[in-house]
């Protein structure tokens, strides 16, 4: 069975590979300055690309993941939710304290620490957010940040099928977050691979349903969800980079939780 996973892994990057070179936008020419700048603005020469997805993810979201969030407020009453999202959140610390260190953030990863140990025991495994309680704030920190901190460039945007907008270096550090978070390691190590996806595809339903009137309302009255989307997702990610130094309020608004996280 991992034979094959592995082998239709190969054979979709592949694809993958084959579309992204077979669908870059022309640049225009440097006799037009003003679309020239506008190209380079946007950091999207896979835009056609970007754009099928962007629609696959669009009609899924309409027949699957919207309705699924619609019933999850449904039949789960606000206290359940909040105990079922403080859970997932809490086992991303771990990752969340491996960047801190890696970024150099010794008092941030002891928040991190701290929280995850606290919420982990006193917390009921996560359930309640005893740590925000005793006056030790969540920060969420991934490894497309942590890239970021090192130097690396953002790199071409992407937009990724299920998971949303990202960017070159911000999917190079999901892979990182996914494989090698300790969590989901230890789940693989134990057989329980399943329940690896599941966390993963959790934090997309919880997501939705904290971002349903969001989304919603943007994707009415955007004369171009996609651009909306894509200066929404870039703004945000140079917010959480720059740990809220910039000011980028409105922008920052715009979602309860980001699609990193959640993506990771």
Same mark, same amino acid.
């Given at each position: ?143 497309? /940040? ?7 460039? /953002? ?101 309860? /939780? ?7």
């Amino acid at each position: 069975m991992s034979v094959i996973i592995k082998k239709s892994s190969i054979l979709l990057f592949s694809i993958a590979v084959l579309l992204l070179i077979t669908s870059c936008a022309k640049r225009p020419p440097i006799t037009d300055p003003i679309a020239r700048e506008a190209y380079d603005d946007a950091n999207d020469p896979l835009e056609p690309f970007n754009r099928a997805v962007f629609a696959f993810n669009t009609g899924f979201d309409k027949i699957a993941l919207a309705p699924a969030a619609r019933l999850y407020r449904t039949l789960g009453p606000p206290v359940v939710r909040d105990g079922i999202s403080n859970f997932v959140d809490n086992w991303k610390e771990p990752i969340t304290f491996i960047n801190d260190v890696l970024q150099a953030q010794p008092e941030r990863a002891g928040t991190s620490l701290s929280r995850f140990l606290i919420n982990s025991t006193f917390g009921l495994f996560g359930f309640l957010d005893t740590a925000s309680y005793w006056g030790i704030e969540e920060h969420k920190e991934d490894f497309g /940040e942590t890239f970021a901190v090192w130097g690396i460039g /953002e790199g071409f945007y992407l937009v990724l099928p299920f998971l949303g907008p990202s960017s070159a270096r911000d999917f190079s550090g999901f892979l990182v977050d996914f494989f090698y978070d300790p969590v989901s390691m230890t789940l693989t190590n134990h057989g329980l691979t399943y329940v690896r996806y599941g966390r993963l595809a959790m934090r997309g339903l919880i997501y939705r349903e904290r971002n349903l009137e969001t989304l919603d309302d943007l994707s009415r009255s955007s004369p171009d969800f996609y651009t909306t989307i894509r200066s929404a997702y870039r703004q945000m990610r140079q917010y959480r980079v720059s740990n809220g130094v910039l000011n980028l309020d409105d922008e920052d608004e715009l979602f309860d /939780e980001d699609l990193d996280e959640d993506m990771e």
